[in-house]
């Protein structure tokens, strides 16, 4: 039965594919696809790569947040939330400014480190609160992130890099992607496989330090892989695509409403729902204004940000109950 | 305001007095909010702006530019315009915080959270609508919406300082009503306060405040927070008679020291907002982190 609902969510996913490959301004149509070159390059070079980016960003970053959401032991925590992000962001910074000229490589790199050093700033916090309340910990991470913008935002006015820098912060646009520039997903896919392959692990990890290691689980070495897993993903993803709010925060949480807590059985959801709402924010976003494009981010924020209420708001009056 | 002068003197001098009316005017208005919200609210963490009200005002502001193609120019600049703005965000602000604290029980954690949602839903939807504007309007919507103490214009500077200054008169004779509602639901009933009304006129005032400000110099987010908070440090009481001015001076005092070291310090090399920003959040970390 489960399956059949599996193959349901994949069979709405490549309705949303098909529908994202032809959707734009240069019109396609099937008949003559293969008989137009124009027709099949512009398929090939723009729309094949910009629907697989989506996918792939979309599903990754999804199970980015669910990691998290492991790994602290807290609903309400994600990559943009807990700063990871941003901190990526500020690596991006830092190298626009010692070498602009560095290759994708490099850039996403030194993001990804940033990333990892701001995430673990944010676990250090943390240990500090993790008794108090389950919503300070996602209280602190927003403003950790605050303070984290704030330098990047202050040296990049320093710099005047700040229209450069905000095309990639507020970015989360798709519409840049063609071929040749997002391969470097394909290494986010991979990751969010290899998460596949070791979820049992942190779904033990996700039951508490003390109970992980009394059955005999690896912890430091679990959290760290965690968080690599974390910071590389948000490295990558800022660095080709751009930051996609709320989307780690909203997927595993609905996903888990409805499938329960063992991610072994989630993952796959989380990475099609992830994946599929991405795609249709970005639909969206390229229909609302046509022929002029939204970035899917900013949809994103808006459905995003309402979803989250509704969370927070049922939560607490499950928890009354 | 005297330092650097050059020698177009008067030019100068008119120019810099009207920054630093502009900064008392947002100083007041920022500090004695944030004060008033902190009473009503009952706790020392929730700020009006980490609420979401100046992202509702950019909202509301955007919403106008949006819905009325066209007037743009004539239009931003306007008082009529102004006071239009300030009706509407009063009101939906006050059915939006009243159904917020009635409904929610109360869980200071859950509302702050659910503030600054609400406040990202506001941006985020703000930014859409922003998106789908005109480029020229957009231009003419944006340079309103970020924080500077040049840009503002001088009638609405004027008109700025009159309201501030009734509403500063008003909020003084109230000075121990609000003494009564820090106290809390229970206490100021007890006392003999009709308490829903004092909490919405409270809140009416917070509003018009908050308006005030964001309409000057756009959102400041951490400003009021920490001036409270140091205010409560220094004068030692929860009075409002000493609570209320030691925060507008410590406001004051941060934004134009602030701007000075910014200016003549960090060559004008970053905008004031950001500033306060990187002060702001760590003090909120700490604050959170010491109380929790």
């Given amino acids: 039965m489960r399956s059949a609902y599996l193959y349901l969510g994949i069979g709405i996913l490549i309705v949303l594919s098909t529908i994202s490959l032809f959707t734009g301004i240069s019109h396609l149509s099937l008949a003559t696809l293969w008989s137009d070159e124009e027709m099949r390059d512009i398929l090939l070079i723009s729309r094949v790569p910009r629907t697989l980016a989506l996918l792939l960003a ?39 400014v010692l070498a602009p000229s560095a290759p994708m490589i490099v850039k996403m790199l030194i993001a990804s480190l940033f990333a990892m050093a701001g995430t673990l700033l944010f ?30 935002v202050f040296a990049a006015m320093y710099y005047d890099l700040l229209q450069s820098l905000g095309a990639w912060i507020n970015g989360g646009d798709f519409s840049g992607v063609i071929q040749g520039r997002y391969e470097l997903l394909w290494l986010v ?15 033990v990890a996700g039951l508490g330090r003390e109970f992980a290691i009394n059955v005999g689980l690896n912890y430091r070495q679990v959290m760290l892989l965690g968080l690599s897993v974390i910071a590389i993903i948000s490295g990558i993803v800022i660095v080709v695509v751009g930051a996609l709010p709320f989307l780690g925060l909203i997927v595993p949480n609905l996903v888990s409403l409805v499938m329960g807590d063992n991610i072994r059985k989630t993952l796959p959801w989380v990475c099609l729902v992830g994946g599929g709402l991405v795609l249709l924010c970005d639909i969206i976003g390229r229909i609302i204004r046509y022929p002029f494009e939204i970035p899917a981010s ?17 939560q607490s009056r499950y928890a009354k109950h | 305001m005297t330092i650097n002068l050059g020698p177009n003197l008067s030019y100068i001098l008119v120019r810099r007095s009207y920054i630093l009316l502009t900064m008392i005017i947002v100083a007041f208005a920022a500090s004695i909010s944030t004060v008033l919200f902190q009473s009503v609210t009952h706790n020392r963490i929730l700020t009006p702006s980490l609420m979401g009200f100046e992202a509702l005002f950019i909202l509301i502001q955007t919403m106008i530019v949006f819905f009325y193609h066209g007037t743009t120019s004539y239009w931003l600049f306007s008082l009529l315009k102004f006071i239009g703005e300030s009706c509407l965000l009063v009101i939906f602000s006050i059915l939006l915080y009243r159904w917020l604290f009635s409904s ?18 506001f941006r985020s939807t703000a930014n859409l609508l922003q998106r789908l504007l005109d480029p020229n309007e957009f231009s003419v919507l944006q340079s309103r919406l970020f924080a500077t103490f040049t ?3 001088p009638e609405l500077i004027w008109f700025s300082a009159v309201v501030v200054s009734i509403i500063g008169i008003l909020l003084w004779r109230k000075r121990y009503l609000f003494d009564v509602l820090a106290l809390g639901r229970n206490q100021a009933i007890n006392l003999g306060i009709d308490y829903r009304r004092s909490v919405t006129s409270t809140l009416l005032f917070v509003s018009i405040l908050v308006a005030i400000s964001t309409a000057l110099v756009g959102p400041l987010t951490f400003l009021g927070l920490m001036v409270a908070n140091l205010a409560y440090l220094l004068s030692g009481s929860y009075q409002h008679r000493y609570s209320l001015p030691v925060a507008f001076l ?5 934004l134009i020291g ?35």
């Fill in chain 2, 258 to 292: 602030g701007q000075l070291i910014l200016e003549y310090g960090l060559n004008m090399a970053g905008s004031l907002s950001v500033v306060l920003e990187f002060i702001g959040g760590i003090f909120f970390i700490y604050l959170v982190l010491k109380r929790f």
């Fill in chain 1, 189 to 203: 896919g991979g990751l969010t496989l290899f998460a596949c392959w070791v979820a049992d692990r942190f779904t």
């Fill in chain 1, 298 to 314: 900013t949809i994103l924020g808006v459905f995003g940000a309402m979803i989250f209420l509704c969370l927070l708001i049922n």
């Fill in chain 1, 58 to 96: 979309g599903s990754a970053m999804s199970v980015a947040g669910l990691i998290m959401q492991l790994l602290t032991q807290n609903r309400f925590v994600e990559p943009s939330i807990a700063g990871t992000t941003q901190s990526a962001s500020l690596g991006l910074l830092v190298v626009m």
């Fill in chain 2, 151 to 153: 840009r503002a214009a």
């Fill in chain 2, 250 to 254: 410590l406001a004051v005092i941060a």
């Fill in chain 2, 104 to 121: 929610v029980h109360f869980n200071l954690n859950l509302v702050l959270m659910i503030g600054i949602v609400l406040g990202t839903l």
């Fill in chain 1, 123 to 152: 676990m250090l916090i943390l240990r500090k609160i993790v008794l108090k309340s389950a919503l300070m910990v996602p209280l602190v991470g927003i403003m950790l992130g605050g303070v984290i913008s704030a330098i990047t």
